[in-house]
């Protein structure tokens, strides 16, 4: 008889209780992938993966951080190293990661694209390579394949404002089921302590409309265009990478003198760099507001750590943390002063410090306005936190201050299409919390109650709260 494998049907479900709402309520929900970093181009083109490197390592940072604590040199990690060595590389690295949640995510994603149940390690891996790379050359793992198995309904991907568009324009022809949409990320906008940078986007900007922008009330104008640019391709989301949020700020001629010297390349520093964030991001607000997006902001992240491999190797290549940034007072202030000016539009915020669960769940839920269930959200556990752990610190601070059945869900946040087992994950997550709160009898054991939150906290609720899969 053969030894049941690793991954199996009642995965990270500990009660029967916890298997039963699984299997019956969870398990089959669609996923509405409402942030992720997949490249639209590779959607539009349907693209066929070579290889298991391309698809599973060519940029993923994750891994190339748990190859490195392994001692495996840059070489193999984004070096120029042949890709069957880099994902054998990888696979002697997977035996070390127990405990760490890329040894479930390994595994969960072998199984669900593959069916390979076997342990991925030194001994297994050519044989995983040559059995993933035979399925790879079919048509059910293209990037639409893809799409149809995991029956993605959505797909909301993520765009500097400057971007053409042209991939999601081609995408909006094709006849494909699920909806991939673009989402506004202003990131290079706020960059006037990097001269340089900003120079350079400002430059890529005048390019987009068309004229030269010289003064803070152009660059308003110019912004405004594209939003209606992105508007017009669907895009209904917005999102910010931002260490903390700056407290805002709403003198004009300070925020337009920033602007012209930021231009003019002088050398800003980050109180400067404050000052206007604060108030171009006030301004975007309020944008968002009058179009009915939604706006994401990512918070606490500690970026580029360590400057001699940021040089070498450049950003999203593994150096990032998690921050200490005090984040309560300015995000406060920010919510508030939108909602003064009945101008808050639909939020999510994702917290990267546990530290700072509970101040996020209460803060969530200041600005609650009774216009639609959830209006501010507690975005799901991000980044570092988004594994088993952080993923329960998430939902049990919701779950004590706010109201989790109507939390919103799970995204990818990824670059990597063998990314959508992260939704099972959360689910069996979910499930599994659930399950064990009623086997303690602390919830009732009521399978109508649990089984309406466990789909909406799935799906259900994204469905509802953007309204993108309806064309809206």
């Known amino acids: ?35 992720c970093h ?37 070489r193999y990690c984004t070096g120029e190293a042949d890709p069957l060595d880099k994902f054998k590389a990888w696979a002697s690295t997977v035996p070390q990661t127990l405990r760490n949640p890329l040894y479930h995510w390994t595994h969960l ?28 050359a079919g048509d059910g793992l293209t990037t639409h394949g893809i799409l149809k198995r995991f029956d993605v309904r959505v797909v909301c991907t993520t765009d500097d404002p400057t971007d053409d568009l042209r991939h999601h324009q081609q995408l909006a022809t094709l006849p494909l089921e699920t909806r991939v949409l673009p989402a506004w990320r202003p990131d290079k906008a706020f960059a006037v302590d990097d001269p340089q940078a900003f120079h350079a986007w400002i430059g890529q900007l005048e390019a987009c409309i068309g004229e030269k922008v010289t003064r803070l009330e152009g660059f308003l104008e110019a912004l405004d265009q594209r939003l209606d640019f992105f508007h017009a391709q669907g895009c209904r989301l917005s ?61 606490g992240a500690l970026r580029n750590n360590n400057r001699r491999l940021l040089k070498a190797l450049g950003p999203d290549t593994g150096f990032d943390s998690i921050g200490d940034q005090t984040q309560g007072s300015a995000l406060s202030a920010f919510l508030d002063g939108l909602d003064s000016r009945d101008q808050l539009p639909r939020t999510i915020l994702y917290n ?54 109507r939390f919103v869900g799970m995204v990818t946040d990824s670059r990597s299409f063998m990314s959508y087992p992260r939704h099972e994950y959360f689910r069996r997550v979910l499930c599994n919390l659930l399950g064990q709160d009623v086997e303690e009898g602390q ?30």
């Open 1 to 35: 008889m053969r030894e049941q494998p690793f991954i199996h049907d009642h995965f990270l479900l500990q009660t029967q209780t916890a298997q039963d709402l699984y299997h019956q309520f969870a398990a089959k929900q669609p996923i509405f992938d409402f942030h």
């Open 352 to 405: 990267l410090n546990p530290a700072d669960n509970y101040l996020f769940a209460t803060m969530i839920g200041n600005f609650q306005d009774g216009t639609i269930p959830g209006k501010v959200q507690l975005g799901s556990g991000w980044w570092f936190l988004d594994q088993k752990e952080g993923m329960e610190w998430q939902m049990n601070a919701l779950s004590n201050l706010g109201l989790l059945s």
């Open 443 to 472: 919830i009732p054991d009521d399978p109508e109650l649990l089984g309406t939150m466990i789909q909406n906290v799935c799906y259900g609720n994204a469905d509802a709260y953007f309204g993108l899969s309806h064309g809206n």
């Open 109 to 136: 994603e072998l199984a669900r694209y593959f069916g390979i149940t076997d342990p991925l390690n030194e001994q297994t891996a050519q044989t995983i390579w040559d059995q993933a790379n035979q399925q790879l």
């Open 239 to 299: 999102d910010h990478g931002l260490a903390r949020c700056p407290m805002p700020f709403d003198d004009f001629s300070v925020v337009s003198q920033i602007f012209q010297a930021a231009c003019q390349g002088e050398a800003l520093d980050a109180h400067a760099r404050d000052q206007f964030t604060g108030y171009v991001l006030s301004w975007l607000g309020e944008g968002y507001a009058r179009r009915g997006w939604t706006m994401q902001m990512h918070l």
């Open 38 to 74: 997949l490249p639209p181009e590779d959607i539009a083109s349907d693209r066929r993966f070579q290889n298991l490197f391309e698809i599973w390592l060519e940029g993923d940072h994750y891994k190339w951080r748990a190859m490195r604590s392994n001692g495996v040199a840059e």
